[in-house]
Antibody
């Protein structure tokens, strides 16, 4: 069974950086892209970014709303994906989910999700 | 970026009703459209991929269709467990995007 587990959330001061982790198991991590989605309190889902599998270059894409402030990376040896957000703003507050597709295709819907980790940006 | 405009934003219905949620894409997305269900405090759950393909275990009362850049999720014979928020998502490009969501509640 494919499982994802996010960690690293918590209370962070504005302007500080934060790195979230997504630990995975139950599948061949290197064959799958990993996606980050966030949800502000009481709001809808917002796609944050993704990192492609090594097969497709291991490169990342990010939403315009966070471009330049985030870095998405992956550690193939540990089967972990990371989301680093710099210069945190109050608007970054929310639940951050990592997700993936059991398909190895580069364009595929997200059929596996973690439970999410809460990030609160406040002084 | 491809924008998805979902309507309505909220919807009240009764068990046994048939409801329809629409998602309009700002450009052609060649059926690379998925629907998710989310319940409070839970992660989204994929219901439908590629416009109309039901995921394993999803009841057949859920269906998806498309006409041009308009995509539709239909739920027939609403059950109590269907009251939730629904999102569309395009994966035509790897700059994904979600619709704003439709909250379906009990009338």
């Amino acid at each position: 069974e494919v499982q994802l587990e996010e960690s690293g959330g918590g209370l962070v001061q504005p302007g500080r950086p934060l790195r979230l982790s997504c630990s995975t198991s139950g599948f061949t991590f290197s064959d799958h892209s990993m996606t980050w989605v966030r949800q502000a309190p009481g709001k809808g889902l917002e796609w944050v970014g993704l990192i492609r599998s090594q097969t497709y270059g291991g490169t990342a894409e990010s939403a315009a709303s966070v471009k330049g402030r985030i870095t998405i990376s992956r550690d193939e040896s540990k089967s972990i994906a990371y989301l680093q957000i710099n210069s945190l703003e109050s608007e970054d507050t929310g639940v951050y989910y990592c997700s993936t597709s059991t398909s190895e295709l580069p364009l595929a819907p997200l059929d596996v999700w973690g439970r999410g980790t809460m990030v609160t940006v406040s002084s | 970026a491809i924008r998805l405009t979902q309507s309505p934003s909220s919807l009240s219905a009764s068990t046994g009703d048939r409801v329809t949620i629409t998602c309009r894409a700002s450009q052609g997305i060649s059926s690379f459209l998925a629907w998710y269900q989310q319940k409070p405090g839970k992660a989204p759950k994929l219901l439908i991929s590629a416009t109309a393909t039901l995921q394993p275990g999803v009841p057949s009362r859920f269906s998806g269709s498309a006409s041009g850049t308009d995509y539709t999720l239909t739920i027939s014979d609403l059950q109590s467990e269907d009251f939730a928020t629904y999102y569309c998502q395009q994966y035509y490009t790897q700059v994904y995007s979600f619709g704003q969501g439709t909250t379906l509640d009990i009338k």
